[in-house]
Nanobody, 124 residues
Framework: QVQLVESGGGLVQAGGSLRLSCAASGRTSSSHAMGWFRQAPGKEREFVAAISWSGGLTSYADSMKARLTIPRDNDKNTVYLQMSSLKPEDAAVYYC?????????????????WGQGTQVTVSS
């Protein structure tokens, strides 16, 4: 089992930046690809960004790719989501996920573990 805990959400003004963190614990010795998804009220959970186990491969949602980075620190069992130029439409609950795969994973159904989410609110 892998436990994921997100942090770093909060209220930010439009145009601002935010860094989310996701700390993994449990069976973190296994190779896990990591990802971030988000879900706004009344909408489906959607892919935001993903990174392979090694960190060598990344993938981003087309609508956000210019404003995102997803670094990871395997020594700390932590993955981050750095977001910039935030817009009110970026407001959502952001979820961290882990997949028992080594390559980058973008499909929600391929993830095995999920965090509880962290709320991001963007004021206009």
């Amino acid at each position: 089992q892998v436990q994921l805990v997100e942090s770093g959400g909060g209220l930010v003004q439009a145009g601002g930046s935010l860094r989310l963190s996701c700390a993994a614990s449990g069976r973190t010795s296994s190779s896990h690809a990591m990802g971030w998804f988000r879900q706004a009220p009344g909408k489906e959970r959607e892919f935001v960004a993903a990174i392979s186990w090694s960190g060598g491969l990344t993938s981003y949602a087309d609508s956000m790719k210019a404003r995102l980075t997803i670094p990871r620190d395997n020594d700390k069992n932590t993955v981050y989501l750095q977001m910039s130029s935030l817009k009110p439409e970026d407001a959502a609950v952001y979820y961290c996920a882990a997949a028992t795969k080594m390559n980058v994973v973008t499909e929600r159904y391929e993830y095995d573990y999920w965090g509880q989410g962290t709320q991001v609110t963007v004021s206009s």
